[in-house]
């Protein structure tokens, strides 16, 4: 079965500092890869996939195969990026997503 | 157009009593899921639905029942509440299920 791991609970980084979420999955398969995140008193949104291979909000996430590995980049963090980071992942075929456990990050002024 | 909408909103609950969380939304989506939301174990998938009369388990389905007469809705059943169970429940939908998915706000949701 599909997993995914986010090996950080909480990430703590200075404004203006560069901000890597980390988050490495395991499927022998070739998945399809989210970032979702959740503002304080919003809703869990889509942030970015990895089919689309754009840049939102400054975020970038590139798919490493051989590292199975879907890190979540940003290289100058601000005060509205603190949220929680869910990565999700969809193996082949019509499977509903798995979700990480999340990251908790917290942009200091 | 409301997207996804939940209630209620917060709800405390006794053991052993029954509750249905309720799901709707608007944009015709034909995918719906369920997930419960705790501390340190993120997003677990409680159950889903890929259309009208269809539906299938997640990975925590115990306890919990849910049925897909209609598109827009997808109940949620706790036949018989218990501690364990006190978490926050998000509902999600989507026209498919290689779409992305669109969250409801979320029922917070206590057994005592």
């Known amino acids: 079965a599909q997993r995914v791991t986010q090996p950080e609970k909480l990430l703590s980084v200075f404004k203006g500092a560069p901000v890597e979420l980390k988050c490495n999955y395991s499927?022998?398969?070739?998945?399809?890869l989210f970032w979702y995140v959740q503002y304080s008193r919003q809703r869990l949104q889509l942030l970015l996939r990895?089919?689309s291979r754009e840049s939102i909000k400054g975020f970038t996430a590139d798919l490493n195969k051989g590292e199975t590995s879907f890190h979540l980049k940003k290289p100058f963090a601000q005060e509205e990026d603190s949220a929680m980071y869910y990565c999700?992942?969809?193996?082949?075929?019509?499977?509903?997503?798995?979700f990480g456990k999340g990251t908790r990050l917290s942009v200091i002024a | 157009n409301a997207g996804v909408t939940q209630t209620p909103k917060f709800q405390v609950l006794k053991t052993g009593q029954s509750m249905t969380l309720q799901c709707a939304q608007d944009?015709?989506?034909?995918?719906m899921s369920w997930y419960r939301q705790d501390p340190g174990m993120g997003l677990r998938l409680i159950h889903y639905?890929?259309?009208?009369?269809?539906?299938d388990q997640g990975e925590v389905p115990n306890g919990y029942n849910v049925s897909r007469s209609t598109t827009e809705d997808f109940p949620l059943r706790l036949l018989s509440a218990a501690p364990s169970q006190t978490s926050v429940y998000f509902c999600?939908?989507?026209?498919?299920?290689?779409?992305?998915?669109?969250f409801g706000p979320g029922t917070r949701l206590t057994v005592t």
């Open positions: 639905s890929v259309g009208a009369g269809i539906t």
């Open positions: 499927y022998s398969g070739s998945p399809e």
């Open positions: 999600a939908s989507s026209p498919g299920l290689l779409y992305e998915q669109y």
């Open positions: 990895h089919i």
């Open positions: 999700a992942l969809r193996a082949e075929g019509n499977t509903p997503l798995v």
């Open positions: 944009m015709n989506h034909e995918y």
